[in-house]
């Protein structure tokens, strides 16, 4: 890896921007099959985004001295990306996302940029030492995870490091009956979309490995829903998630459409976790170029 310099940024100019369709009252970008909106209200203190914002790739002496940084669909906020730049000053940053849904403030050395990481991520080859990419599972076909994968590696320096971190939102473990509900309403919509969010996350390290990386690493994380350490942060979370998705939900079960009746649903879910154990599994998995 190379040490940077910290006016250094990767992004290359492109012509995408981004375009939207309304369904139930909601914003969504039409270039994706993303199942959440772009409003989703991810500013809220609920978010899962703000879980986990650390990384697990052995780099730490690289990011201390400074690297080129690639926060791949950064999200609303890029709370990655800000989370990282406190702890690493030096490095230079460049937060992706399909949707202008980044932070208003400049921050020096972050550079933000709109485009699609499943068609091109927009920055030259071999720019990057550290590609990041968190929570893409609601969001990709099987061949957008293959093409995504390719970017990544394209974009990657040799020798530098790409680190996938996803939720199997679909396939929570320990579920009593309200929560299989809840899973099998979020299966049909996703399968719906051809969105492979129960297999893609369970097959990081073999899709990282058909893009070309080498030395997988995997790291699987328990993120117990209302019991256990931090379990009533994670069960708000994924119930933020959840209500949100509600709408589409009540595409499999009718009932769900009032909204009353889905928050009762909820509560006694949230029991129900509490009484099974219940927990989603996270999967971290590193390789490199
Ligand atoms: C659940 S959020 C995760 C955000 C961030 N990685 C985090 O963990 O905080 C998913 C993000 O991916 C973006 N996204 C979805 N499909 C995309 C695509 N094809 N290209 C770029 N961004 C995409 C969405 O706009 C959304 O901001």
Same mark, same amino acid.
């Given at each position: 890896?190379?040490?940077?310099?910290?006016?250094?940024? =990767?992004?290359?100019?492109?012509?995408?921007?981004? &375009?939207?369709?309304?369904?139930?009252?909601?914003?969504?970008?039409?270039?994706?099959?993303?199942?959440?909106?772009?409003?989703?209200?991810?500013?809220?203190?609920?978010?899962?985004?703000?879980?986990?914002?650390?990384?697990?790739?052995?780099?730490?002496?690289?990011?201390?001295?400074?690297?080129?940084?690639?926060?791949?669909?950064?999200?609303? %906020?890029?709370?990655?990306?800000?989370?990282?730049?406190?702890?690493?000053?030096?490095?230079?940053?460049?937060?992706? #996302?399909?949707?202008?849904? +980044?932070?208003?403030?400049?921050?020096?050395?972050?550079?933000?940029?709109?485009?699609?990481?499943?068609?091109?991520?927009?920055?030259? #080859?071999?720019?990057?030492? +550290?590609?990041?990419?968190?929570?893409?599972?609601?969001?990709?076909?099987?061949?957008?995870?293959?093409?995504?994968?390719?970017?990544?590696?394209?974009?990657?320096?040799?020798?530098?490091?790409?680190? !996938?971190?996803?939720?199997?939102?679909?396939?929570?473990?320990?579920?009593?009956?309200?929560?299989?509900?809840?899973?099998?309403?979020?299966?049909?919509?996703?399968?719906? =979309?051809?969105?492979?969010?129960?297999?893609?996350?369970?097959?990081?390290?073999?899709? !990282?490995?058909?893009? %070309?990386?080498?030395?997988?690493?995997?790291?699987?994380?328990?993120?117990? !829903?209302?019991?256990?350490?931090?379990?009533?942060?994670? *069960?708000?979370?994924?119930?933020?998630?959840?209500?949100?998705?509600?709408?589409?939900?009540?595409?499999?079960?009718?009932?769900?459409?009032?909204?009353?009746? +889905?928050?009762?649903?909820?509560?006694?879910?949230?029991?129900?976790?509490?009484? &099974?154990?219940?927990?989603?599994? *996270?999967?971290?998995?590193?390789?490199?170029?």
């Amino acid at each position: 890896m190379t040490q940077i310099n910290n006016s250094d940024t =990767k992004s290359e100019s492109n012509n995408y921007t981004d &375009t939207y369709t309304t369904r139930y009252g909601r914003k969504y970008n039409a270039a994706t099959n993303y199942l959440l909106p772009m409003d989703e209200g991810d500013r809220s203190s609920s978010s899962i985004r703000r879980v986990y914002r650390d990384h697990q790739t052995p780099i730490k002496e690289q990011l201390e001295k400074g690297i080129s940084v690639l926060d791949s669909a950064c999200g609303a %906020g890029a709370h990655w990306t800000l989370t990282m730049k406190e702890q690493y000053p030096n490095c230079v940053y460049t937060g992706v #996302d399909i949707s202008n849904v +980044f932070p208003a403030e400049k921050y020096s050395s972050v550079n933000f940029v709109m485009g699609n990481i499943s068609k091109r991520i927009p920055a030259p #080859d071999e720019s990057f030492d +550290f590609a990041f990419q968190k929570l893409l599972g609601l969001a990709f076909t099987r061949e957008e995870w293959d093409s995504n994968l390719k970017e990544l590696y394209r974009v990657l320096k040799h020798g530098g490091y790409v680190e !996938l971190s996803e939720i199997y939102a679909v396939s929570a473990c320990n579920t009593g009956p309200l929560m299989d509900q809840v899973m099998n309403a979020f299966k049909t919509i996703s399968k719906s =979309k051809a969105i492979i969010v129960d297999k893609a996350p369970y097959e990081l390290e073999h899709l !990282l490995t058909k893009a %070309g990386f080498t030395n997988p690493m995997v790291i699987i994380r328990n993120m117990p !829903l209302n019991h256990g350490e931090h379990g009533k942060l994670y *069960w708000k979370c994924m119930r933020a998630a959840y209500e949100i998705l509600r709408p589409q939900f009540a595409q499999v079960y009718p009932e769900w459409n009032e909204v009353s009746f +889905f928050e009762d649903f909820l509560n006694s879910a949230e029991e129900e976790c509490s009484d &099974t154990k219940c927990y989603y599994e *996270w999967k971290i998995c590193y390789a490199q170029k």
